[in-house]
């Protein structure tokens, strides 16, 4: 038997969203409503009820993975997701490139969301020299858009640092400072502010940020890291469970996380973690690798970015281009062979634009799923759905019904 999951980010939402519904009942979902006549729904919360989830802690989640013991901070998801080779030891950081003025005060901590030319940003950063030690190396890759993921690799480093970014317009820098009196913490919070300010200097002078300038956009002058955590020691899925999966996922930190719970990232054209990324293309990806692969996961962002901006329209409009995809994998999937679940890792409510702790809806569809009376896909539908409400570990319950789940005890 064969699994596909697929987890639309932020999907949930609050009866505030849209004349008086929540986007997704607002829109046209014909496809994930015949799923959810033929399958069975529920409600799911990411973590546990009343916690209000980052998105890295509710995939671990909903892979099955116990974020209380077991998440490592987010910085090592964004490295390789980043396509950096993570390796024990290494301290890995998310960062944003963001645009600040002479005394570090921050003007835009996206630098106006940079849309292409990130490479000259790159190159400039490993030309980083750091003086307090020369024998600790710099690896820097840009993701999308301002993001980008930073190793520290080197002798004597740790994870238990403070981070530069204030969060906020018009609040300095912050100064990294050490979360313990280890040596270990002392040296990498000094190298890190290092680099920060190193940063400035050479990224203010490249060629890409007096072209932003002179053009009235924000320059990239300052690399902002924060998050950071070192290579946690999880099982993988195909220690888990048995399988071998992929991950599709055009953000980074998605496709860091499948990596480093042993899922294979499959690059897909036109994936871009973006409201204009190719679902239809990363459905058909995903068709394609069932063929060999036992599990595959996909992540598709667009909803999450449209409740962080307030949009209910574009949220509305991109849930029902998820709903195309899923008409195509609806079609073209072995229904005889294959589970299939579909959920959301957290609600983004248009009015909050952030994160919020209420459940999301779940649905899950194939040969051993027994299906329930609901026969539409939303918040509401699916608190009367046969699944009830669950928490997390909807991977483990796609096993289960793949047979492929170990027993708990003898
Ligand atoms: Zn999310
Ligand atoms: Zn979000």
Avoid at 15 to 36: M, S
Avoid at 236 to 256: D, M, T
Wanted: net charge negative; charged share 25%; aromatic share 6%.
């Amino acid at each position: 038997m064969k699994g596909i999951l697929v987890i639309a980010d932020g999907l949930g939402g609050r009866p505030t969203d849209y004349k008086g519904k929540t986007c997704l009942q607002a829109a046209r979902t014909p496809h994930l409503d015949a799923l959810a006549h033929r399958g069975a729904t529920g409600l799911l919360d990411p973590v546990t009820p009343g916690v209000r989830p980052g998105s890295d802690v509710a995939h671990l989640s909903i892979l099955g993975y116990d974020p209380y013991c077991e998440y490592p901070g987010r910085g090592v998801f964004e490295a390789a997701g980043a396509g950096l080779d993570v390796q024990s030891g290494d301290i890995c950081f998310r960062t944003n490139f963001a645009t600040v003025d002479e005394d570090f005060i921050v003007l835009d901590r996206r630098a106006g969301r940079i849309e292409s030319g990130q490479d000259q940003l790159e190159a400039a950063l490993q030309e980083i020299q750091l003086v307090s030690d020369p024998d600790v190396k710099i690896l820097f890759r840009v993701s999308t858009e301002h993001r980008g993921a930073l190793i520290l690799r080197g002798e004597g480093l740790s994870a238990n640092v403070s981070e530069a970014d204030p969060h906020k317009k018009g609040k300095r820098v912050l100064e990294i400072h050490p979360l313990d009196n280890c040596i270990e913490s002392r040296k990498t919070a000094k190298l890190l502010n290092e680099l920060i300010e190193e940063s400035h200097t050479k990224l203010k002078k490249i060629p890409f940020n007096v072209r932003r300038e002179k053009s009235g956009k924000p320059p990239a002058n300052i690399l902002l890291p924060r998050g950071a955590s070192s290579m946690p020691n999880l099982l993988s899925v195909n220690e888990k469970f048995g399988v071998r999966g992929c991950v599709i996922a055009g953000g980074a930190l998605y496709r860091g996380i499948g990596k480093i719970v042993g899922l294979m990232p499959i690059q897909v054209e036109g994936a871009t973690g973006g409201l204009d990324s190719n679902l239809n293309n990363k459905i058909k990806a995903a068709l394609k690798a069932l063929k060999t692969q036992d599990f595959v996961f996909i992540h598709m962002k667009g909803t999450d970015t449209a409740g962080h901006d307030h949009d209910a329209k574009a949220k509305i409009s991109f849930i029902e281009k998820i709903d195309t995809a899923i008409g195509i994998l609806d079609e073209k999937l072995d229904w005889e062979e294959t589970h299939f679940a579909f959920t959301g890792d957290h609600c983004t409510p248009i009015d909050y634009g952030d994160h919020t702790a209420e459940p999301v809806p779940l649905l899950l569809a194939g040969p051993a799923v027994m299906s329930d009376d609901v026969d539409k896909l939303d918040e509401k539908s699916a608190q009367y759905g046969g699944l009830g409400r669950i928490s997390g570990n909807v991977l483990p319950m796609l096993a289960s019904l793949n047979n492929w789940l170990p027993k708990f005890g003898a």
